[in-house]
């Protein structure tokens, strides 16, 4: 699957999640979302399409540095020194290490695809 598609379908999921999180506030009993949690949803939503629609060089390096940093975001809960920017809520924690693991696989496939190319 092309990384534009993947990337734009994030985009489109993070700033639904957001927005289901302004009228909201939760979805179930599973994620909790705070107005700061919708403002980040909202902002790595824009970053994944903005990605989406980048030249392929700049999709690679972005991809993995939003992998990484929705990886971190994830590692988060088991800091105490941060206690605003987590949510100990399961299905967020999966939805973080999950787009945040696929990004970064899709930019090394992506890259090794190139290093076949050349």
């Not at 999180?21 to 909202?42: A, C, K, R, V």
């Not at 990484?68 to 939805?95: F, K």
């Amino acid at each position: 699957m092309s990384t534009q598609v993947v990337y734009r379908v994030f985009g489109w999921c993070y700033i639904i999640l957001g927005v289901w999180g302004f009228i909201f506030h939760q979805f179930g009993d599973y994620m909790q979302l705070s107005s700061q949690d919708n403002f980040i949803l909202l902002g790595l939503g824009i970053l994944f399409i903005g990605l989406a629609r980048c030249r392929s060089r700049y999709r690679l390096s972005g991809g993995t540095l939003l992998g990484l940093i929705l990886l971190s975001w994830s590692g988060l809960p088991y800091l105490p020194t941060m206690p605003y920017l987590y949510s100990p809520h399961p299905l967020e924690l999966l939805v973080r290490i999950l787009t945040g693991a696929w990004t970064i696989y899709l930019a090394i496939a992506e890259l090794l695809a190139w290093r076949k190319i050349a």
